[in-house]
């Protein structure tokens, strides 16, 4: 334990930017120039400078949005650059709020899908930063579990991601997809997530009420979204954006470091045998400093933490050095003076350094330990997309109540024909004669969207028809989809009119006799019904969206009242045309039907 504590405190001792003393004592000391120029020191990108300076200058203890989708193992920019980060926004006055995207992780299929176990590497995850040394100590640092936010909030989070996605484009989201590790779409193979997801990423930082975004560059389309739609909705504070540098690869021409490529990266529990040889295969081209991954290493983890560069060789290659500055670093590495074989000895000195504590942890550790095995084991198994078009894990038919005495009289053959007369089509009649025959009080789904004044089809006709459901032994649930109006910019997208409609139809069926005295027709409102019961109906809104591609989906649109024909607009075209609410409104329509059995 001796060598543990002094691993953790030499980590500790190192120019993090943390502070363990309260607010009160620290920040004011502090001028806005200096807080500024720490917080600016994070990115590699702002927009823009003077809000920053503005609201450092205005608010107290602004709140900084960052986040990550609990994917697999940690490498060692998502470990120690966001621990670097952190501790400066704190060290400055903000409030640091990292989002764990574990319902994101699930749209975007890592883990195989799975909530449980994209949970756990969540878990160590934040054990990871923990050994790092993120100043957690502050109180203000918060993370915050995705799911369990959105669900405790629905009634806030939802309307935020349907009103952005109604106003934008398909073309516009799919611009974001790279905050997902994907390019842009492809409209016949890309999944319907990758449209939930944007819409989804915007919403976060709105419902975090975050005055920063600190994310990467490769997060800075959404993020940009973002302030474009403070523009839409008339809002004056934007979210600055605040995109901190991305760590290449390892090998060559790697602009990004991949967790499925183990030797792109440096992980943060790797051994130090694993660190040297990964070093040591690094590409690090003499006197070539633009894209050279070690020094990028050095710039961004090794003089951020020690505020130096110790090199050790031999006299005749220079002897020992100490470098101050990265730029004197550079000025060396160029004319020669610096070898890459005794720069790479160096860096993996260094990393190995960082990396002890964090190693000490998982090793001695019992429930760290566990976690660890568990995630590597599932790193290696899990990350593999969903069959796309099967939903065969819903059920639909499962059993009800007992019937009343009426329809127990009634022979099956009747029962079938009454149900029957109301269809055009049926698929399959022989699926429907076993669901009558097995279940005494069948649930039928029926549903309207309040969008104006009623005619006589939607009057009488429906009337007619849930009449003849009611004597037949079914129960009807009419699903008043308000939110679904909402969505497709009925009554000007105004919630509250939009319910006055719905109210004035349920009026209207009373009158023309729909049999509501039986007690088995039930009128059930959208949104209430979601917001009480988002846990169960969001994952199932996801999980359809996941599976199915924007093809499938866009043939959809009918629903709507809208109908795109092949032969009519090209792929591109539909993308110009249909937003993104296109998207969401059928695989929100196919959850209906489970959710409401």
């Not at 960052?66 to 650059?81: C, K, L, N, T, Y």
């Amino acid at each position: 334990m001796d060598n543990q504590e002094s691993q953790l405190d030499a980590l500790g001792s190192l120019s993090l930017h943390s502070s363990s003393s309260s607010p009160c004592n620290s920040e004011p000391e502090m001028s806005l120039e200096e807080r500024f120029d720490i917080v600016r020191s994070i990115g590699e990108e702002c927009i823009q400078d003077e809000e920053l300076k503005n609201l450092l200058a205005n608010k107290p203890q602004p709140i900084c949005y960052d986040g990550f989708e609990p994917s697999g193992r940690m490498h060692i920019a998502q470990g120690v650059m966001k621990t670097i980060n952190v501790n400066k926004l704190v060290s400055s006055g903000c409030k640091v709020k990292i989002w764990i995207a574990d319902w994101f992780a699930q749209l975007n299929n890592k883990m195989g899908g799975d909530l449980k176990k994209i949970q756990a590497v969540g878990q160590y995850l934040i054990e990871i930063w923990k050994d790092a040394g993120m100043n957690l100590e502050s109180n203000k640092v918060e993370f915050l579990w995705s799911s369990e936010e959105i669900n405790s909030r629905a009634d806030e989070y939802w309307p935020i991601v349907i009103d952005i996605a109604r106003r934008n484009t398909l073309r516009r989201i799919s611009r974001c997809c790279q905050i997902m590790g994907r390019s842009e779409l492809n409209v016949l193979t890309a999944s319907a997530a990758q449209i939930f997801y944007p819409c989804m990423q915007c919403a976060d930082i709105f419902f975090l009420k975050a005055d920063i975004c600190q994310l990467g560059m490769d997060q800075r389309k959404v993020n940009v979204l973002a302030r474009e739609y403070c523009e839409d909705i008339k809002r004056k504070n934007k979210p600055i954006i605040l995109s901190h540098h991305m760590l290449p690869g390892l090998q060559k021409g790697q602009e990004k470091m991949s967790k499925s490529d183990p030797s792109s990266s440096i992980f943060m529990e790797d051994e130090e045998a694993d660190v040297n040889l990964k070093i040591e295969k690094a590409f690090c081209p003499p006197k070539v400093v633009e894209k050279n991954p070690c020094l990028e290493y050095i710039k961004y983890i090794i003089f951020p933490l020690f505020n130096e560069f110790k090199v050790e060789r031999s006299l005749e290659n220079g002897g020992n050095k100490t470098f101050s500055t990265f730029e004197e670093l550079v000025t060396d590495y160029e004319c020669g003076s610096l070898h890459p074989a005794d720069l790479k000895p160096a860096l993996s000195k260094a990393l190995n350094k960082i990396l002890q504590p964090v190693r000490d942890h998982f090793k001695n550790d019992f429930m760290a330990k566990e976690l660890l095995m568990r995630i590597k084991k599932q790193s290696s198994m899990d990350n593999q997309e969903p069959q796309l078009d099967a939903l065969g894990s819903l059920s639909l038919h499962s059993s009800s109540s007992s019937p009343c005495s009426s329809e127990a009289e009634m022979g099956l053959e009747e029962r079938f024909d009454i149900v029957r007369s109301i269809g055009e089509e049926c698929i399959q009649d022989e699926e429907l004669k076993n669901l009558l025959a097995n279940k005494p009080q069948p649930i039928c789904y029926d549903g309207f969207e309040p969008s104006g004044r009623m005619h006589i089809a939607q009057g009488v006709m429906k009337t007619i028809n849930v009449n003849k459901l009611v004597s037949s032994g079914c129960k009807v649930k009419i699903w008043i989809a308000d939110w679904f109006a909402l969505l497709n910019n009925k009554m000007g997208a105004d919630l509250k009119k939009i319910q006055v409609v719905g109210q004035y139809l349920i009026e209207i069926w009373k009158a023309v006799g729909m049999n509501l005295e039986s007690n088995k027709i039930e009128f059930l409102w959208a949104s209430k019904e979601i917001i009480s019961r988002a846990d169960e109906y969001w994952p199932l809104v996801m999980d359809i969206a996941r599976r199915k591609t924007l093809h499938r989906i866009l043939s959809c649109c009918e629903i709507m009242g809208r109908c795109y024909a092949q032969d009519e607009l090209t792929a591109a075209q539909i993308f110009d045309v249909s937003t993104a609410a296109q998207i969401f409104y059928p695989c929100m329509q196919c959850a209906d039907i489970f959710f409401l059995e």
